[in-house]
């Protein structure tokens, strides 16, 4: 597990929250939307270093 790769997850899942909100304060749906994406390109990314982790302890 990469720690430099999960911060950058964890910050582009307060990226898009922050896009998310800013975007229900203007009513700007399209904001919203690629708020959402990001959060959820975080989350696959979080997946991805969750299975990595596992793979790693399997091995040892």
């Known amino acids: 597990m990469s720690i430099e790769d999960r ?9 898009g929250k922050v896009q998310e909100a ?9 904001a ?3 708020g959402k994406a990001k959060q959820a390109e975080a989350d696959v990314r979080h997946s991805v ?9 399997a091995i040892d």
Do not use: C, S
Request: hydrophobic share 25%; no cysteine.
């Open 22 to 30: 800013g975007g229900k304060l203007t009513g700007d749906r399209e």
């Open 7 to 15: 911060a950058k997850a964890t910050a582009k899942d307060v990226e």
């Open 32 to 34: 919203q939307l690629k």
């Open 49 to 57: 270093e969750d299975v990595k982790g596992q793979a790693k302890r």
